[in-house]
């Protein structure tokens, strides 16, 4: 089946030690994207890609950075995490059409649940 | 600056009950709807959607209602079952395209036996 993998599921990390989250993705969507969630709070969009073309939020703290070697993987760097940077973070996947534009629905992956020490 | 709501942070319906989510926008440019479902320890995963060119999009038990007016949409999910028990997302996606979905804060459906 076609789906959006996040791994790992659990990630445990100390204060200020660089951790990387990986996507991967069998859909070939050309849209990737990675949100933060904290509970009781939105998916908050920290970056995505349209194709290899890097859109980063405004807010998103240099801290976090994003790699996007092909179609298929997408990466997730949090170069010093800080106890606040604990959350669930999750992929997604979304077909942009080249002519109309039109997005359809994001898929997401399971999402990395990370804990900072 | 919220621009999607979801003004009840939790619902509790009966089984067998109408569930009954909503959800309110501010942008009037927002022009694609949809609705995700979230469970515990995993991914939010799509349910429906609605395009703002329709008041209405049914798909087996669920439907959503558009009413761009009142810039609002509602989830209706009739029979509610267990496991419908879950967190449910309100999304939009605005004319411009800018590859963003715009998701509102979730409300937790608990389906009580």
């Known amino acids: 089946d076609a789906m959006v993998i996040q791994n790992p599921r659990y990630q445990v990390t100390q204060f200020g030690k660089p951790v990387t989250l990986s996507c991967s993705q069998t859909l070939n969507h050309n849209v990737m994207y990675w949100y933060q969630q904290k509970s009781s709070q939105a998916p908050k969009l920290l970056f995505h890609?349209?194709?290899?073309?890097?859109?980063n939020e405004a807010d998103t703290p240099d801290n976090f950075q994003s790699r996007r070697p092909n179609t298929s993987f997408c990466f997730l760097d949090i170069r010093s995490p800080g106890l606040g940077d604990a959350a669930m973070y999750l992929c997604?996947?979304?077909?942009?059409?080249?002519?109309?534009?039109?997005?359809?629905?994001?898929?997401f992956g399971p999402g990395t649940r990370l804990t900072v020490l | 600056d919220q621009q999607v709501k979801q003004n009840s942070p939790s619902l509790s319906v009966q089984e067998g009950r109408i569930s009954i989510l909503n959800c309110d926008y501010t942008n009037s440019m927002f022009d694609y709807f949809l609705w995700y479902k979230k469970y515990p320890a995993e991914g939010p995963t799509f349910l429906i959607s609605?395009?703002?060119?329709?008041d209405k999009n049914e798909d087996g038990r669920f439907t959503v209602f558009l009413n761009k007016s009142a810039k609002h949409l509602s989830l209706h999910i009739v029979p509610s079952q267990p496991g419908d028990s879950a967190v449910y997302f309100c999304a939009a996606i605005p004319m411009n395209r800018d590859d963003k979905i715009i998701f509102g804060k979730g409300t937790r459906l608990h389906i009580l036996p």
């Open positions: 609605i395009s703002s060119i329709k």
């Open positions: 997604a996947t979304s077909r942009k059409a080249w002519t109309s534009g039109r997005l359809d629905e994001q898929f």
């Open positions: 890609y349209y194709d290899k073309d890097f859109n």
